[in-house]
């Protein structure tokens, strides 16, 4: 059954706490990515990985790090440097084998953070 | 700079009439353009994409889309509501060369009456 899973679904921090998002793929795809939603706004992107080992920021990196030590895991690291990590994070993987544009993301079920 | 609006926040229909879901975009390259559905507190489900192929997508559900470079927009349509359409709907454009990841548009929640 192939797809992407995150866990947990829901996670709850205290302030000053560092933690960690999982995000696993069984599709074979090189690319993966994070997002964050918050209420009533599309995504943003925090990383990217287009390859084992590399990764990019997006535009809202500040307050995340993320490691690309296997093709199918990019875990999420919210640092307590994120001044209001509370949202949804979604993570996302697509083939990316220099296809471009016309390279489909597909979307794993997200992770409800709320700092308590 | 790749940008998407989505022009209505809010649609609300009634069930079995036509759906209309307006997205306008603006892109420096030739874009790729993309409909997501979410359902609350689920995960992003692809609905159909335009790749510079034919400007009439269809996508699943019923779903469409059309492709206008003229008028730079690609709303969703969908000749009759189902309950079951009920959700927060994206436009998502992707441009090459360009970043590797996808620029959203705000979303429109539909609401379907019965």
């Known amino acids: 059954d192939g797809g992407i899973t995150q866990s947990p679904k829901y996670l709850f921090r205290k302030e000053g706490q560092n933690v960690t998002l999982s995000c696993e793929q069984n599709l074979n795809h090189d690319a993966m990515y994070w997002y964050r939603q918050d209420p009533g706004q599309g995504l943003r992107l925090i990383y990217y990985?287009?390859?084992?080992?590399?990764?990019q920021k997006g535009d809202i990196a500040e307050g995340y790090s993320v490691s690309r030590e296997k093709k199918e895991s990019f875990p999420l690291t919210v640092t307590s440097a994120q001044k209001n990590p509370t949202a949804f994070y979604l993570c996302a993987s697509s083939i990316d084998r220099s296809g471009g544009a016309k390279d489909t993301q597909y979307f794993g079920p997200g992770t409800r953070l709320t700092v308590l | 700079a790749q940008s998407v609006t989505q022009l209505d926040s809010h649609v609300s229909v009634s069930e079995g009439t036509p759906v209309l879901l307006r997205c306008n975009y603006s892109s420096s390259y030739s874009p790729s353009l993309f409909w997501y559905v979410q359902h609350p507190n689920k995960g992003l489900q692809l609905l159909l994409k335009?790749?510079?192929?034919?400007?009439l997508v269809k996508g699943i559900n019923g779903f469409e889309a059309e492709f206008k470079k003229s008028e730079t927009s690609f709303h969703l349509t969908k000749p009759s509501a189902h309950m079951s359409d009920a959700a927060e709907y994206f436009c998502v454009v992707s441009e090459w060369p360009g970043r590797r990841a996808l620029t959203f548009g705000s979303g429109t929640r539909l609401q379907v009456q019965p």
């Open positions: 990985s287009q390859i084992v080992n590399d990764f």
């Open positions: 335009y790749t510079s192929a034919a400007t």
